[in-house]
């Protein structure tokens, strides 16, 4: 479904309401427009706070990841992992 709130003025007012905790069913008597619109307005919402989250947790993983097959036995001894390796 494509974005269905296109007029960011209107988009700015609904969103205030929205972070109010105004009703949808007040939102749409007071600004005129349908589920669908206060639906969009709240997901583009959403969208920009999920993007600035991950700009946030830029950090790099700290999971580490190998194939356990191309380790040496004492490698994998150590880390508990040599009953997962594949026997030849």
Same mark, same amino acid.
């Given at each position: 479904?494509?974005?269905?709130?296109?007029?960011?003025?209107?988009?700015?007012?609904?969103?205030?309401?929205?972070?109010? #905790?105004?009703?949808? %069913? &007040? *939102?749409?008597?007071?600004? @005129?427009? +349908? /589920?669908?619109?206060? !639906?969009? $307005?709240? #997901?583009?919402?959403? %969208? &920009? *706070?999920?993007?600035?989250? @991950?700009? +946030? /947790?830029?950090?790099? !993983?700290? $999971?580490?990841?190998?194939?356990?097959?191309?380790?040496?036995?004492?490698?994998?001894?150590?880390?508990?992992?040599?009953?997962?390796?594949?026997?030849?």
């Amino acid at each position: 479904m494509g974005r269905v709130a296109k007029d960011n003025k209107l988009n700015e007012k609904i969103l205030v309401d929205l972070m109010a #905790g105004v009703s949808w %069913t &007040e *939102i749409r008597e007071k600004h @005129g427009v +349908d /589920n669908a619109y206060i !639906s969009s $307005v709240q #997901g583009i919402h959403q %969208t &920009e *706070i999920n993007i600035n989250r @991950g700009r +946030d /947790n830029e950090k790099p !993983s700290a $999971v580490k990841k190998f194939n356990i097959n191309n380790m040496s036995d004492e490698e994998l001894e150590k880390m508990g992992l040599l009953k997962y390796k594949k026997k030849a």
